[in-house]
């Protein structure tokens, strides 16, 4: 079978949401010695990796991406992978929050701790230093994806890219809350109550006026960019990939407890989806319908996850 075909295979396979049988042909895609090729397999690999534990591997192959795509002459294509490797590089600056919020876990609670160890506050320096280089790195790329989408009248990748900037709002929006909630275990715990999470009233007292301004800017783009994908791809006529913006979206308003919003862009989704028989979309769609009727039950403990009620 000849690399084209075996591309082709991938792809039904990938529809037909057999994602384990997939992978094996496009890893030896990735290996290929034509560029065209290559770069069909990183874009779709891209879309199928675990981001959580295969973060390092993805942004190696984003990487060999932006360089095949760039020698190919392909600039929206690699706009689109730049604005992932943000993406994957914000996965990173999660990891690192997530330290430094367990070296100061005492420090919450116990006003006169700062670090038990010398070593402790050597690593949360270097931390600092290593964070204060990757916000800069994401931002910087940010600001030159939004450049290339404003210059291109591709509207695939422009809707491409508009959803790699809404994912990147939305996973701040997400590490944000945890880098700038303040408060010990009891405060942490109380807003981990369902209704106050329901009604967004943990707000006015688990962050300050400044960094709670911070956090309405990340919900508020990352919808924005959502909503921009969707034009996009509407204006295009990307069926395909209209619905799993909607599907996005509908994800993003369960998240921030916006379930009507939610069913409404669900629906939208799904409609598409069994049009087109899209087995893969069809159950991740399923998966979120359950999760916004069981939404007052099985809650999500973020401050147990986060270790925020220790010690």
Known sequence: MSESDNLKEARRLIAANKIDEATPLLWRLYSSTNSAIQ?????????ILNAVTQNDKLLEIVDAGITTA?????????????????????????LLIYRQ?????SAYVFRWINFSTE????????????????EKE???????VLELARSSTNNYFKGHIYTAIADLYSSKLFHDQVDFIRGGRMRNMIGNIHFIK??????????????????????????????????EFKTGKYITELAQAHYNLAAKFKITYCFKRSKKYLGLAERIAMKNNDQRLLSQILLLRKGIADKNRNIRNYVEEMGLDLP
């Open 39 to 47: 770069l069909d397999a990183i874009l779709i690999l891209i879309g």
């Open 70 to 94: 760039e020698s190919m002459g392909k600039t929206d294509i690699r706009g689109f992978l730049l604005a992932r490797k943000s993406i994957f590089l914000r996965s990173q600056l999660e």
């Open 101 to 105: 919020k367990n070296l100061l876990l």
């Open 119 to 134: 070593r402790e506050k050597k690593e949360y320096e270097a931390i600092s230093k290593k964070r204060e280089e990757l």
């Open 138 to 144: 994401i931002t910087e790329l940010q600001n030159t």
């Open 198 to 231: 329901r009604w967004k009233l943990g707000k006015w007292f688990l962050y300050r006026s400044k960094d709670r301004k911070t956090i309405m800017i990340d919900q508020r783009e990352s919808i924005r960019f959502y909503k921009l994908a969707i034009s």
